[in-house]
């Protein structure tokens, strides 16, 4: 609706420019035109000027040269009428031949404001008497009688404003009625549009001055739609592959664990065979649990995983597991510490606890395998205004800031194409990060203050 909207307030808006435009553009063309008509000195001004320079001189009167040059220029004739005989008694030497040279107190009545035998003429007082000036005919109209209504004349602004607004308004009318086919068109085609990336297939009446449009759309989505399905299936058939691969590893796996453990419990064993048995097993456990990794990341990159969340406390979920690492009898090389404050003792968050303690085994875990020569794991819980603060960090070797951003930005590999020989962290942080995922929080990984490598998990906090 809000597309809808702004398309019309669009078409508005490029109605009203496109009108000022036009009204400045026919502006600008009636100042060319009416330049063309409109004297550069005024009939009025120019009459009075040429009263201003006829002069009584030797006994009559007289017009200089240039006046008398400009007026033959122009094509305009003069006479001056005598106030006492009403007689002609200057004239000019291009007077028409059909211009009276007597008049009445009547004629000069009417044509004061008129016209002489068609000419537009304009007069002047010259001394008592009478000038009058003769343009050519059809150059200037002139109204023979003045008979508006001053009420006519003083609203004519008025009357002029709202004529415009009227206009603006039909105008407007017409273009929304001769648009509203295409405004009702759009819509459904705005809608199809936002739902081509949602899962539900879109369809739109393939009616209109927008049909070939939504066919296109009803065709996008169509394509989408097949698109979905075959990434599901492939998805499926990923997801039983790993877990059908995972149940054969299994079994012989179990087997060999089997025997190796009953082979370490003879008598008479030889320290360099009971230390190959002992790799024996401890890399057969590895294979287990990669193998219970894989099976987890697979479940939930796919949502087969179940999540049930409930109310928890965060402090005793983490607590718990450090403790449970601790009744493990880990190596001594590996020691954990508990750098939580002893006033913080609660925070609760909304959580399936058995995904964030296999998360939190993974950090640990994460910790052991990658140093080698041990290290010391720290592992905090704090809270901000928001979220529940997990840290997991240690002293050991660390990671490299490329690595580091790797870690941080790139996506992993389980849908990724791209090379990850690189990926020294492989399904461990993985599957850390896609158990914070499904709990809506966030997980950052850090160089930590003991020089170490550092997690950070945030979880919302209820």
């Given at each position: 609706?809000?597309?809808?909207?702004?398309?019309?307030?669009?078409?508005?808006?490029?109605?009203?420019?496109?009108?000022?435009?036009?009204?400045?553009?026919?502006?600008?063309?009636?100042?060319?035109?009416?330049?063309?008509?409109?004297?550069?000195?005024?009939?009025?001004?120019?009459?009075?000027?040429?009263?201003?320079?006829?002069?009584?001189?030797?006994?009559?009167?007289?017009?200089?040269?240039?006046?008398?040059?400009?007026?033959?220029?122009?094509?305009?004739?003069?006479?001056?009428?005598?106030?006492d005989s009403k007689k002609v008694i200057w004239q000019t030497d291009n007077l028409p031949d059909d211009i009276p040279k007597e008049y009445s107190i009547s004629d000069i009545?009417?044509?004061?404001?008129?016209?002489?035998?068609?000419?537009?003429?304009?007069?002047?007082?010259?001394?008592?008497?009478?000038?009058?000036?003769?343009?050519?005919?059809?150059?200037?109209?002139?109204?023979?009688?003045?008979?508006?209504?001053?009420?006519?004349?003083?609203?004519?602004?008025?009357?002029?404003?709202?004529?415009?607004?009227?206009?603006?308004?039909?105008?407007?009318?017409?273009?929304?009625?001769?648009?509203?086919?295409?405004?009702?068109?759009?819509?459904?085609?705005?809608?199809?549009?936002?739902?081509?990336?949602?899962?539900?297939?879109?369809?739109?009446?393939?009616?209109?001055?927008?049909?070939?449009?939504?066919?296109?759309?009803?065709?996008?989505?169509?394509?989408?739609?097949?698109?979905?399905?075959?990434?599901?299936?492939?998805?499926?058939?990923?997801?039983?592959?790993?877990?059908?691969?995972?149940?054969?590893?299994?079994?012989?796996?179990?087997?060999?664990?089997?025997?190796?453990?009953?082979?370490?419990?003879?008598?008479?064993?030889?320290?360099?065979?009971?230390?190959?048995?002992?790799?024996?097993?401890?890399?057969?456990?590895?294979?287990?649990?990669?193998?219970?990794?894989?099976?987890?990341?697979?479940?939930?990159?796919?949502?087969?995983?179940?999540?049930?969340?409930?109310?928890?406390?965060?402090?005793?979920?983490?607590?718990?597991?450090?403790?449970?690492?601790?009744?493990?009898?880990?190596?001594?090389?590996?020691?954990?510490?508990?750098?939580?404050?002893?006033?913080?003792?609660?925070?609760?968050?909304?959580?399936?606890?058995?995904?964030?303690?296999?998360?939190?085994?993974?950090?640990?875990?994460?910790?052991?395998?990658?140093?080698?020569?041990?290290?010391?794991?720290?592992?905090?819980?704090?809270?901000?205004?928001?979220?529940?603060?997990?840290?997991?960090?240690?002293?050991?070797?660390?990671?490299?800031?490329?690595?580091?951003?790797?870690?941080?930005?790139?996506?992993?590999?389980?849908?990724?194409?791209?090379?990850?020989?690189?990926?020294?962290?492989?399904?461990?942080?993985?599957?850390?990060?896609?158990?914070?995922?499904?709990?809506?929080?966030?997980?950052?990984?850090?160089?930590?203050?003991?020089?170490?490598?550092?997690?950070?998990?945030?979880?919302?906090?209820?």
């Amino acid at each position: 609706m809000k597309s809808i909207l702004k398309l019309i307030r669009r078409f508005i808006i490029t109605l009203i420019l496109s009108f000022v435009l036009l009204l400045l553009l026919n502006i600008f063309l009636y100042g060319l035109w009416i330049v063309k008509y409109v004297s550069k000195e005024p009939p009025m001004d120019y009459t009075f000027k040429v009263a201003g320079m006829l002069k009584f001189e030797n006994g009559k009167y007289t017009l200089p040269h240039e006046m008398t040059a400009d007026l033959k220029k122009q094509n305009i004739w003069a006479i001056l009428i005598d106030n006492d005989s009403k007689k002609v008694i200057w004239q000019t030497d291009n007077l028409p031949d059909d211009i009276p040279k007597e008049y009445s107190i009547s004629d000069i009545a009417i044509f004061s404001h008129a016209y002489i035998k068609n000419y537009p003429v304009f007069t002047s007082k010259v001394e008592n008497n009478l000038l009058v000036l003769g343009y050519p005919k059809n150059s200037y109209w002139k109204y023979p009688v003045a008979n508006w209504k001053y009420g006519l004349v003083k609203n004519i602004p008025k009357f002029l404003l709202i004529l415009f607004c009227l206009n603006i308004i039909f105008i407007f009318l017409i273009y929304i009625i001769s648009n509203s086919k295409l405004l009702s068109s759009v819509n459904p085609i705005i809608k199809g549009i936002q739902n081509l990336d949602k899962d539900a297939p879109v369809h739109i009446k393939e009616k209109g001055v927008l049909s070939e449009l939504a066919k296109s759309i009803n065709k996008t989505s169509e394509i989408l739609q097949n698109q979905r399905e075959q990434l599901r299936n492939k998805d499926t058939a990923r997801a039983n592959w790993i877990a059908g691969v995972s149940h054969d590893i299994r079994t012989p796996l179990s087997m060999i664990m089997g025997y190796t453990s009953q082979l370490k419990t003879s008598l008479n064993l030889s320290d360099e065979t009971d230390k190959k048995l002992s790799v024996i097993l401890k890399q057969s456990e590895r294979i287990k649990n990669l193998i219970n990794d894989l099976n987890l990341a697979s479940k939930l990159e796919y949502n087969m995983q179940p999540f049930e969340q409930k109310k928890e406390n965060l402090v005793a979920v983490v607590r718990q597991v450090v403790v449970d690492f601790l009744n493990m009898d880990i190596d001594e090389k590996f020691p954990i510490e508990w750098k939580t404050k002893s006033d913080f003792v609660s925070c609760f968050a909304n959580i399936d606890s058995n995904l964030i303690k296999r998360a939190l085994a993974n950090l640990i875990q994460n910790s052991i395998n990658h140093n080698e020569n041990g290290c010391t794991i720290y592992i905090s819980v704090k809270e901000d205004e928001k979220n529940c603060i997990i840290c997991v960090e240690d002293n050991g070797t660390g990671v490299s800031d490329k690595e580091l951003e790797k870690l941080n930005n790139a996506p992993h590999y389980m849908v990724c194409d791209k090379n990850t020989t690189e990926q020294r962290h492989g399904l461990g942080l993985l599957i850390v990060k896609q158990i914070i995922d499904v709990h809506n929080g966030k997980v950052m990984m850090k160089h930590s203050e003991y020089g170490g490598f550092k997690v950070i998990l945030k979880i919302p906090k209820i």
